[in-house]
T-cell receptor, first 116, second 114 residues
Framework: GAVVSQHPSWVICKSGTSVKIECRSLDFQATTMFWYRQFPKQSLMLMATSNEGSKATYEQGVEKDKFLINHASLTLSTLTVTSAHPEDSSFYIC????????????FGPGTRLTVL | AQSVAQPEDQVNVAEGNPLTVKCTYSVSGNPYLFWYVQYPNRGLQFLLKYITGDNLVKGSYGFEAEFNKSQTSFHLKKPSALVSDSALYFCAVRDGAAGNKLTFGGGTRVLVKP
């Protein structure tokens, strides 16, 4: 149990376009989902926390208009990188947390974004 | 505020030898402590966690960690390392009294040589 998937696993896009990344909890209901960003050889930096049906809470320094997060259901959250630029190239990882035995963060496999 | 320190960027160990990856933490309330492993271009895999109870926690793949409150440490150990244990290891802490947020250490790269 506690499987989290991400789609796509990698994406290459042109500068100025928008990219949507999906995060799904496959076998539990995620009341909270988290989005992280990881630069090469660095640790994970929390970008935002989202609760199902409400607006995401962004960490300091993260542009909410650039990184749009939607947590429309208990099994799906999406991160949209709008007007992507090369500096947005990174590894994006989501995690999901539920209740009961799922009351911890379970991580997705990550999405590698490359902006040309 | 909560923080995690992993003092070693890299640990090298010969296969079959004991492996230790160090972690110290700072948190206001009760610490919930975690270890994760990351292989190249992959997400994080959960190894073990300490919430309460026995200070020695056993986890996946033969790993264990010992919670030491006085030293605010949660070092990861494995008695006999395998080449396949070569990966990036992250320690993380959450304040049990407040919020969801996990704070990660900077990571330690483990290289196990045959």
């Amino acid at each position: 149990g506690a499987v989290v998937s991400q789609h796509p696993s990698w994406v290459i896009c042109k500068s100025g376009t928008s990219v949507k990344i999906e995060c799904r909890s496959l076998d539990f209901q995620a009341t909270t989902m988290f989005w992280y960003r990881q630069f090469p050889k660095q640790s994970l930096m929390l970008m935002a926390t989202s609760n199902e049906g409400s607006k995401a809470t962004y960490e300091q320094g993260v542009e909410k208009d650039k990184f749009l997060i939607n947590h429309a259901s208990l099994t799906l959250s999406t991160l949209t990188v709008t007007s992507a630029h090369p500096e947005d190239s990174s590894f994006y990882i989501c995690s999901a947390r539920g209740i009961g035995r799922y009351n911890e963060q379970f991580f997705g496999p990550g999405t590698r974004l490359t902006v040309l | 505020a909560q923080s995690v320190a992993q003092p070693e960027d890299q640990v090298n160990v010969a296969e079959g030898n004991p492996l230790t990856v160090k972690c110290t933490y700072s948190v206001s309330g009760n610490p919930y402590l975690f270890w994760y492993v990351q292989y190249p271009n992959r997400g994080l895999q959960f190894l073990l966690k300490y919430i309460t109870g026995d200070n020695l926690v056993k986890g996946s793949y033969g790993f264990e960690a010992e919670f030491n409150k006085s030293q605010t440490s949660f070092h990861l150990k494995k008695p006999s390392a395998l080449v396949s244990d070569s990966a990036l290891y992250f320690c993380a802490v959450r304040d049990g009294a407040a919020g969801n947020k996990l704070t990660f250490g900077g990571g330690t790269r483990v290289l196990v040589k045959p």
